[in-house]
């Protein structure tokens, strides 16, 4: 019995933190009511690409299974067809520094052969909203 009780606790904290946090970390209602709007995703990020063109708008991702897939499928490479657009390795990581982090820089230093292909940028994360009250 009172593991459920630590359950139930727990779960209903859970679904009180989205709003909570936001408020905690000093969004205002305003900030809070543009999530999903223009300027931002429902989750707080920019819906904007870069001025490069290298991180493209946020358009609402994937939101529907592949035609032909259903639960139990394996998952399907949605990307498969896409090429690598250049890769970074020993010979050329100081060209890319400015993008990688310094974790990233240690492992192509450090593992002789390591590279990392870069793809065209994505931004296929769907998710589902609505500003009525049965949204969380």
């Known amino acids: 019995m009172r593991a459920m009780t630590i359950v139930a606790l727990g779960l209903g904290l859970l679904l009180a933190a989205p709003p909570a946090f936001a408020e905690g970390i000093g969004l205002s209602a305003d900030e809070i009511a543009s999530l999903g709007g223009p300027k931002l995703t429902p989750i707080g990020a920019e819906r904007a690409g870069n001025a490069e063109g290298t ?8 939101s529907e299974p592949p035609p032909g897939w259903k639960p139990g499928d ?15 390795d020993k010979g050329n990581v100081d060209q890319h520094k400015d993008k990688l982090s310094p974790g990233q820089t240690a492992l192509i230093n450090t593992y002789d052969g390591y590279r990392m292909d870069v793809y065209p940028s ?15």
């Open 122 to 136: 994505r931004r296929s994360c769907g998710w589902p909203f609505r500003r009525d009250s049965s949204s969380f």
């Open 55 to 62: 991180i493209p708008e946020w358009t609402g991702g994937v």
């Open 74 to 88: 394996r998952r399907i490479d949605l990307f498969k067809d896409d090429k690598v657009l250049f890769s970074i």
